[in-house]
């Protein structure tokens, strides 16, 4: 949603619609539209009829009860039909208001800064996030207990870290509405802290956190390495934990990756830690489907497969794909097709399939050096020892480290899944027994990886 000018009053009212609508909803409809709001009259900028319609017959009503519900107005919707940017980034664009009236609006008492829109049942579990998902749900049931204290999920980016932080945040809530719950991120800690020295205010600083009974705190990789900062959060940190208060962290990277002091990084380690994986095509296709029913659109089976197909690292953009196609067609107002969507997600796929192709490439690349072989070696049809060895251990390196599923890993090096599958199942077998091969591996893995970093 877009606006215009005097502060975000409103705010709260945009929260609560967002909140009964949901995220989908509400992203897809209301926030790439303009609104503002004169005279008890909301106009809503739109850029066509149907979409108009949409809202009018779906949302009006419950924009109007959000509107008397905070303000006592009973307001009008009034539809402006107009071009809007209708690049596809705007759904992310945060909502501003613009209002010429500041109605009242009652302060929550204890501000747990959640987002209602996630929770355990919008989140798709899986094979990938099965840990990481019952130990959140460990840190609802049995929040302090020592077992799943502190919590950490690490990931890479957009892997459901933040959705299943709010959702722990919400249910404890649900079932015990006075819980002092506390969402947050590193950035924001580390710079309350600071302003806190500034204002000499540290002691109110300190009181607020130590007094809650779960602290969420999203990306602590901002305060690793910030040796103030850190000191402060391990204190804090072991306030609550030696109280039995949970403390549920994420991350985008492993613990010994953050770098943290050891007092801390030796506490972490005597919780639960738990790694979101990339999600595979079942995981991708439901969650897709989830979406496109939230958002109540009509889009075929067959293009949400396409769509996840295509993404395959990252289910933001996953998402995102699906609210760009949407977007699409509605402004267009055509149906979704296959064709479309190749359209449309040009961009987005063509990156993906870089982020792909580069994986087995470096990982062909360091391999080949590694053991003298030539690129060419992987594909071709010779078998000995020489050649064959270092090919399945690229191959094993390719389950390991990228997405591809198994026979796209065997077209890659011109061969069938099952000998893949035989690969990956030799090497895995060489690695647990002879320690000194499993060191090489490993140091063949952080190779590829700077070399990814680059
Ligand atoms: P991260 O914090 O790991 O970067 P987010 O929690 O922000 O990722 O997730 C990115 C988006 O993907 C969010 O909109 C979230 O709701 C959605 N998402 C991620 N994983 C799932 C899942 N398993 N089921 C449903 N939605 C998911
Ligand atoms: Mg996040």
Redesign the pocket.
């Known amino acids: 949603m877009e606006t215009l000018s005097s502060g975000d009053t409103l705010a709260p009212i945009f929260h609560e619609i967002e909140t009964i609508l949901g995220k989908d909803t509400y992203d897809m409809w209301l926030r790439p539209t303009v609104c503002k709001f004169e005279n008890q009259v909301l106009s809503i900028q739109l850029p066509n009829l149907l979409w108009q319609k949409t809202i009018q017959s779906r949302y009006e009503h419950i924009i109007k009860d959000a509107f008397f519900k905070h303000t006592g107005m009973e307001i009008t919707v009034s539809y402006v039909i107009k071009e809007i940017n209708t690049q596809p980034s705007i759904i992310q664009t945060p909502s501003v208001s613009v209002f010429d009236h500041e109605p009242e609006i009652k302060a929550n008492p204890f501000n747990s800064h959640l987002n209602d829109s996630?929770k355990f049942d919008?989140?798709?579990e899986?094979p990938s996030?099965r840990l990481a998902y019952k130990a959140a749900q460990a840190a609802v049931n049995q929040p302090g207990n020592r077992i799943n204290n502190p919590l950490l999920i690490y990931?890479t980016?957009?892997?459901?870290?933040?959705?299943l932080l709010h959702a722990i945040g919400n249910q404890i809530l649900q079932q015990n509405p006075a819980a002092r719950v506390l969402y947050m991120s590193g950035e924001e800690f580390v710079s309350e802290y600071i302003e806190s020295l500034q204002n000499k205010s540290s002691d109110s600083f300190r009181k607020k956190y130590r007094s809650l009974d779960c602290l969420l705190m999203d990306d602590i990789q901002f305060v690793a390495g910030k040796t103030a900062s850190e000191g402060e959060f391990f204190y804090t940190f072991n306030a609550l934990f030696e109280n039995g208060r949970q403390i549920v962290l994420?991350s985008d990277r492993t613990p010994q990756e953050l770098g943290l002091e050891e007092r801390l990084s030796s506490r972490l380690l005597s919780g639960i830690i738990t790694e979101i994986k990339k999600?595979n095509l079942e995981t991708r296709i439901a969650?897709l489907r989830?979406k496109r029913d939230a958002i109540h659109f009509d889009i075929g089976d067959d293009v949400i497969a396409f769509i996840a197909e295509g993404i395959q690292t990252n289910?933001?953009e996953l998402?995102g794909s699906l609210f760009q196609l949407v977007f699409y067609c509605s402004t267009h107002g055509v149906v979704p097709t296959i064709s479309i969507a190749k359209v449309v997600l040009a961009d987005i796929l063509t990156q993906e399939e870089q982020r792909m192709a580069v994986n087995v490439n470096t990982i062909k690349k360091i391999v080949g050096k590694h053991f003298k072989i030539d690129i060419t070696d992987f594909t071709s049809k010779r078998k000995t020892q020489s050649v064959a060895w270092p090919r399945q251990i690229a191959m094993f390196l390719c389950t390991e480290l990228t997405d591809m599923s198994l026979p796209e890993i065997g077209r890659e090096f011109n061969r069938d899944h099952s000998t893949v599958v035989h690969a990956r199942d030799l090497v895995k077998e060489k690695i647990k027994t002879d320690p000194f091969f499993s060191a090489e591996i490993n140091q063949i893995i952080s190779d590829i990886k700077s070399v990814d970093k680059k």
């Open positions: 996630y919008n989140f798709i899986s996030n990931s980016p957009g892997l459901g870290k933040t959705h994420s999600p969650i989830q289910v933001r998402e």
